[in-house]
């Protein structure tokens, strides 16, 4: 995923549509991250949501330091694991949001490697989310993933696939 700062200041990962439905409720670990600043660390903003059936209510927050990348090129996205006390607040998700918040001169950012399970691994909530569509989703940016123009979210316990 990549995230252009200047146009939005927060990315969401979230359930949209499929917030209401419990069985798509989701626990989130944790994400690779970058962004493209050569002198300051980047620091993101991590919020975990929850829908109540009116708005999204925060459930928790926590914030990621990445080192900032001094050669401006091979660098790497740092991987970040919630630890155990933050990561029970997010658990039971319908949406996550990321904001980076410093430095301010960085205007695009990266993610990979986004760590979440299945809030329940129940056999009554695997069948509700297998009654919904496999859906496709475009590339938002045609830098995002050259060369490939759609990926294909699917449910259950099959994977996305690009």
């Given amino acids: 995923m990549q995230h252009n700062h200047s146009h939005h200041s927060v990315a969401q990962l979230g359930l949209a549509w499929l917030r209401s439905n419990d069985c798509f409720r989701f626990n989130f670990r944790g994400i690779s991250l970058g962004c493209d600043s050569v002198d300051a660390p980047c620091v993101f903003t991590v919020t975990a949501l929850n829908w109540d059936g009116v708005d999204d209510a925060v459930q928790g927050a926590t914030t990621l330091e990445i080192p900032a990348c001094p050669a401006a090129t091979d660098c790497e996205l740092r991987r970040q694991i919630l ?80």
């Fill in 83 to 162: 630890d155990p006390i933050t990561a029970s607040t997010f658990t039971n998700l319908t949406a996550v949001n990321i904001t980076l918040s410093s430095p301010a001169q960085a205007q695009a950012w990266w993610a990979d490697d986004i760590q979440i399970s299945w809030a329940d691994t129940g056999c009554n909530a695997a069948a509700c989310r297998a009654k919904v569509p496999d859906r496709t989703m475009t590339n938002n940016s045609p830098k995002s993933f050259p060369g490939k123009p759609r990926r294909y979210m699917r449910w259950g316990s099959r994977q996305l696939h690009a």
